[in-house]
């Protein structure tokens, strides 16, 4: 390709010493959640915000595509890129700038990862007030893009209510700076907004301006059997009410059974309906266990038979947690199983449970892991199949299922993994037209060339 040939020598002039890869050191490279991340014709990893700059205005000027990656654990193929763009890798963007702990705030840049702040964060007695499983290599910049939510996000929000202040530069090469650190700030449109959840269609986040909470003096991890899911929703109810709840995380029996198999988990039965991981924080661990004790017996008056185990130690806490984060399993027992992220408003949340699972069942016997964050409403479904078994006729039926009237009560058919290149046809089935329209307005007046990210959110033009 002597066009892309010439843009990479005009970039390796105008950036001395760049960090680019090309042909045989791309393969070297972890391609991440999806195989075709590399399919570029450079990885290219900038060092500072102005490289970065010089080689997005370059490849603007010769109409080559920019695909922007953080961690590569984007679960929608956002990151897929193909011969002719250009990936802009940001792992070289990972300074932790400031941890301010008078102010709260940390400004970093775009690469360094979830668990890199939170660790840095802890040392001042802070947190991010965002958690996910995949936080050893998430990068905050990919978060922020995705609009990623978590464990927490019923109680701090997702990460577009974390964020105060945003850098990115623009499809033309021009850096965008609003590293604001305060929490009032009406002075003119929020762009940031517009960047963060638009999974690097719209720019490349750079850095970030992150607010910090403090890290509770105690903290309580249970794990509660249920007969039902009206019955984990209500002990969500009643722990939400104690004001000390962190965490609540409802896995159902097919996949609660599934990882404590492999654990060879035995504290309580996989038959049991639904079990509901709970962690709290305070100021005492007798005060928690207390909460934790009154939790018990208020939800077994009226759901009797009720279980229940208690962390009595950090080793136990992690190995209820590790029930439900390690879903790395389903996928190396039904490599790249089709997988869906819904929203659902809660009062509705068991009604859709028990409408979707026997159409479900109808199709080919599926029988879905199912588990998530049943304190927002989110649920993680998984299909019991390879992703060689999904022709788009069976596609379309199990969306029909999973999707039908989701809109119409209030939900989405992604909570927090995105559109990307995958749920695309989702978003222009469900989306309302003005919404749509005003998304390719904004898309045309920040990228009339479509070369950031071309192929994700929206369609090709």
């Known amino acids: 390709m002597p066009e892309i040939d010439a843009v990479l020598a005009a970039i390796t002039a105008a950036v001395p010493g760049v ?15 999806h195989p075709d991340n590399l399919g570029g014709s450079a990885v290219i ?9 010089t080689i997005v205005g370059i490849c603007a000027q010769a109409d080559i ?12 193929g956002g990151g897929i890129s193909v011969a002719g763009e250009i990936v802009v890798s940001l792992k070289n963007l990972d300074r932790i700038i400031e941890i301010d ?8 840049e775009a690469g360094v990862t979830l668990e890199a702040l939170q660790q840095a964060a802890a040392v001042h007695g802070l947190e991010p007030g965002i958690d996910l499983a995949a936080r050893g290599s998430a990068t905050l910049g990919g978060m922020a893009s995705t609009n990623a939510g978590g464990v927490m996000a019923f109680r701090n929000g997702v990460m577009r209510h974390r964020i105060l202040g945003l850098e990115a530069v623009l ?3 021009g850096i965008y700076r609003d590293m604001v650190r305060v929490v009032k700030n009406s002075a003119g449109y929020d762009l940031k907004h517009l960047l963060i959840g638009a999974e690097g269609t719209l720019g490349v986040i750079t850095g970030l301006v992150v607010k910090l909470d403090p890290v509770p003096a105690a903290s309580a991890t249970a794990l509660f059997g249920l007969p039902s899911t009206e019955a ?16 609540c995380e409802a896995m159902w029996s097919r996949y609660f059974g599934f990882t404590a198999q492999h654990f060879g988990w035995r504290e309580t039965s996989d038959a049991t309906p639904v079990h509901l991981a709970i962690g709290l924080g305070g100021e005492t661990d007798e005060a928690l266990l207390g909460v934790l004790a009154g939790l018990y017996e208020a939800i077994c008056e009226v759901y009797p038979d009720t279980t229940a185990v208690v962390a ?3 080793q136990q806490a992690h190995e209820i947690w590790r029930l439900r984060e390690e879903t790395a399993l389903m996928y190396r027992a039904f490599p790249a199983a089709p997988s869906y992220d819904i929203s659902v408003p809660i009062d509705r949340l068991g009604a859709y449970l028990a409408r979707i699972a026997p159409s479900l069942e109808a199709i080919d016997g599926l029988s879905p892991f199912i588990f998530g ?31 039908d009237g989701i809109g119409a009560m209030g939900g989405s058919f992604s909570a927090e993994h995105g559109v990307g290149s995958k749920r695309i046809h989702a978003l222009l089935a469900t989306g309302d037209p003005v919404k749509l329209a005003t998304m390719r307005a904004i898309k045309q007046a920040l990228d009339p060339k479509g070369l950031f990210n071309p192929g994700k959110v929206l369609p090709v033009a």
């Open 101 to 108: 702990p008078v102010g709260g705030v940390a400004v970093v």
């Open 373 to 403: 964050h049943v304190a927002d409403g989110n649920l993680h479904i998984v299909l019991d199949r390879p992703g060689s078994w999904m022709t788009e006729a069976r596609r379309d039926a199990v969306e029909q299922v999973l999707y």
């Open 45 to 53: 990893a900038p060092r500072d915000v102005a490289s970065l700059s």
């Open 312 to 314: 009595g130690s950090v």
């Open 232 to 247: 984990a929703l209500a002990l969500m109810g009643l722990a939400r009410a104690t004001g000390r709840l962190r965490a």
């Open 171 to 173: 499809p033309d090469g």
């Open 65 to 76: 595509p920019v695909v922007t990656h953080g961690g590569r654990t984007g679960l929608v």
């Open 19 to 33: 960090d680019m890869r090309i042909g045989a050191d791309i393969s070297a490279l972890h391609p991440g959640e």
